[in-house]
């Protein structure tokens, strides 16, 4: 491992450019690739063969797993967990022979949020604060805060504390409901399709 200047430290096989800023205690591992005009925060992790192309910015403490593509407009707030393999698009009708260079669309992924293994991830869309995506989902629209969704195209099938343990609620909750984490002790209250911290 080599160090970055302000406290970064990447592997002898992985490539940071100039203009890229690295956060301290961030550690990029190998064959990476981290663009000018990439931004990331501190205390991230980057596995094997990711890459990190311009106008994308991590928070901090965001693990990245060996083969993620971080493409043009991908925005990932701190504590974001995103899984081996999984996919973000920034182009709706991508075609080989237009640019369409112009229409990147932004993908912002909230505070907390965990995209499983594998899993597709359209661009333009917004997942909540500590969303789960699960393995192998392909998300096609907005993810709201701590909604598990599976499938494809995804769609909610549960509700997840922030410590990541399933919550005792249906997909869609007809009444206020409040429910506490058994794993954890949090406690929410949720509503239709809106879940909340009750303490929030």
Known sequence: MRDLPGGARAHESSYVDEGAIVGAGTIIWHFCHVMSGAVIGERCSLGQNVVVMPRVTLGCNVKVQNNVS??????????????????????????????????????LVRRGASIGANAT????????????????????????????????????????????????????????????????????????????????
């Not at 899984?83 to 260079?101: A, D, E, L, Q």
């Not at 869309?125 to 709201?144: D, H, S």
């Open 70 to 107: 971080l493409y043009e407009g991908v925005r990932c707030e701190d504590d974001v967990f995103l899984g081996p393999s999984m996919v973000f698009t920034n182009v709706i009708n991508p075609r080989s022979h237009v640019s369409r260079k112009h229409e990147y669309r932004e993908t």
């Open 121 to 200: 991830v359209v661009c333009g869309n917004t997942l909540g604060e500590f969303a789960f995506v699960g393995a192998g989902a392909v998300v096609t629209r907005e993810v709201p805060a701590y909604a598990l969704v599976v499938g494809v195209p995804a769609r909610v099938s549960g509700w997840v504390c922030q410590c990541g343990e399933r919550l005792p609620l249906p997909a869609r909750v007809a009444v206020r409901t409040m429910v506490q984490c058994a794993a954890c002790g949090e406690r929410y209250e949720a509503e239709g399709q809106i879940v909340r911290r009750a303490d929030a």
